[in-house]
Nanobody
Framework: QVKLVESGGGLVQAGGSLRLSCAAS????????MGWFRQAPGKEREFVSA???????RYADSVKGRFTISRDNAKNTVYLQMNSLKPEDTAVYLC????????????????????WGQGTQVTVSS
């Protein structure tokens, strides 16, 4: 069973930065596709970013150029560096994992991930 624990959320002013972390345990992190999603109040959960086993990444258009996803396989951790934050980035950010050995791609749909963290709140004030 894979367990994911997010951290790093908080309150920040518009234009500021935060770095989210997601620590994974219970699985083989190096062969997992990792993703970040977010859910704002009253809205559906949406894809933010994903990273493949080899480090290839993909971003939602709304965060491209501002957010950077990375992974440290030695620490079983995936990160989301968020710069130039906007009030519309306010949401609960959730980490997701899918174990898929020998898969070189990444996933952008919720249904493609088997494991989820509890989320961390990010609030951006204007």
């Amino acid at each position: 069973q894979v367990k994911l624990v997010e951290s790093g959320g908080g309150l920040v002013q518009a234009g500021g930065s935060l770095r989210l972390s997601c620590a994974a345990s219970g699985g083989i992190f190096s062969t997992s596709v990792m993703g970040w999603f977010r859910q704002a109040p009253g809205k559906e959960r949406e894809f933010v970013s994903a990273i493949s086993q080899s480090g290839g990444s993909r971003y939602a258009d709304s965060v491209k150029g501002r957010f950077t996803i990375s992974r440290d396989n030695a620490k079983n951790t995936v990160y989301l560096q968020m710069n130039s934050l906007k009030p519309e980035d306010t949401a609960v950010y959730l980490c997701a994992s899918q174990q898929r050995p020998f898969y070189s791609g990444y996933y952008t749909a919720e249904s493609q991930y088997d494991y989820w963290g509890q989320g961390t709140q990010v609030t951006v004030s204007s």
